[in-house]
């Protein structure tokens, strides 16, 4: 199984993040569990993440490291024999 996190790849916080919203620079919790998309890597192993809304629009876009996401997948992988 890879665990390599790829632009566009929808993953879920492991851990409770502090940041800013987007728009009214508002203190908020991003917690564990909350899920977003990958819209750019920043570095080896650091992602910029993007949560939006159900109706798609941005509450928040940080980076955040690799080791505080996991990949949601919506299909399983062929096991090798």
Known sequence: MS???RL???V???GDIPTRHFE???PITLRRGQVG???MTLAPRVFEVEFADKEGRP???LPVAADKLIVLRD???VAAA
Do not use: N
């Open 3 to 5: 665990d390599e996190i």
């Open 8 to 10: 566009h790849d929808v």
């Open 12 to 14: 879920v916080l492991t």
């Open 24 to 26: 009214s620079g508002r």
């Open 37 to 39: 998309t990958v819209v």
């Open 59 to 61: 509450y928040a876009m």
């Open 75 to 77: 299909e399983p992988e």
